[in-house]
């Protein structure tokens, strides 16, 4: 019996250091990381500590960021720079149905990109991937309309981000296997792709083929694509004589 005691004192000795400690991490934490489903929780945890370390970051610098970006504070988080991508690739995942939250991580990860060419890299890989990621989510519009506007977060870096010319390139020809006349989402994404494109690509090294495919479909978007052209200039003729070639053996 009093060995039995013994066991039951030990055990709520455990418990009450295991509440302290857990009060103690949550006191340290940001609010942001509080109150949500343990395995969400345990996941983004995980992560938190691990941009810590890999940041070389002190727990109040990391808060820092976490406030400032509670706070929507884009410039003060543009200027922070490097140190604050992870925390809003973070703040990418969790607001992914909360469009102002999103909206924001959105254009500070590109407006940094824009400031630091060594960064666009790794930033278009973030948006390209977060682009793509959700595009098999059919049915929800704040999806399509986010896929918009990293679009055109990415257009905005310019041709920093030519690395991400595949990835749109390959959701632009879904968007136009599947648009249909009365389903403008995928003609929003088409129109997007093309204007980004222009943007990130301005010499046509990866996106004349496609702007070229345009023309084969009956789109709205075909006069978006042709004045993207235009704009590529001499490197087009090219790629333009090739096709006549193939269609006509007899042209030199």
Do not use: C, W
């Given at each position: 019996m009093g060995k039995i005691h013994k066991i039951s004192n030990i055990v709520l000795i455990f418990v009450i250091i295991g509440v302290f400690l857990c009060s103690e991490i949550a006191y340290t934490l940001p609010d942001s990381f509080k109150l949500r489903p343990p395995l969400q929780c345990n996941?983004?945890?995980?992560?938190?500590?691990?941009?810590?370390?890999?940041?070389?970051?002190?727990?109040?610098?990391?808060?820092?960021?976490?406030?400032?970006?509670?706070?929507?504070?884009?410039?003060?988080?543009?200027?922070?720079?490097?140190?604050?991508?992870?925390?809003?690739?973070?703040?990418?995942?969790?607001?992914?149905?909360?469009?102002?939250?999103?909206?924001?991580?959105?254009?500070?990860?590109?407006?940094?990109?824009?400031?630091?060419?060594?960064?666009?890299?790794?930033?278009?890989h973030i948006l390209a991937k977060e682009a793509y990621g959700h595009w098999w989510r059919r049915g929800e519009n704040h999806i399509y309309s986010f896929r918009e506007d990293i679009l055109r977060s990415i257009g905005d870096i310019g041709p920093a981000a030519v690395g991400a010319a595949p990835y749109i390139i390959k959701l632009s020809k879904f968007a136009i296997r599947n648009t249909h006349p009365s389903f403008d989402l995928y003609r929003k994404i088409i129109k997007e792709s093309i204007l980004a494109l222009g943007k990130i690509d301005p010499e046509?090294?990866?996106?004349?083929?496609?702007?070229?495919?345009?023309?084969?479909?009956?789109?709205?978007?075909?006069?978006?694509?042709?004045?993207?052209?235009?704009n590529i200039g001499e490197p087009v003729i090219p790629y333009l004589e090739k096709k006549l070639k193939d269609k006509d053996q007899n042209v030199s």
């Open positions: 996941s983004i945890m995980k992560e938190y500590i691990e941009l810590q370390k890999k940041e070389r970051l002190t727990s109040n610098e990391a808060i820092n960021i976490e406030r400032l970006i509670e706070k929507k504070d884009m410039d003060s988080l543009v200027k922070i720079g490097e140190p604050a991508v992870p925390y809003l690739r973070l703040s990418l995942v969790k607001n992914r149905n909360v469009y102002e939250g999103y909206d924001l991580a959105l254009g500070t990860l590109a407006k940094i990109a824009k400031n630091n060419p060594a960064l666009a890299p790794k930033i278009t046509g090294k990866f996106s004349i083929p496609y702007l070229f495919n345009i023309f084969l479909h009956d789109l709205y978007e075909t006069k978006e694509a042709k004045r993207i052209l235009l």
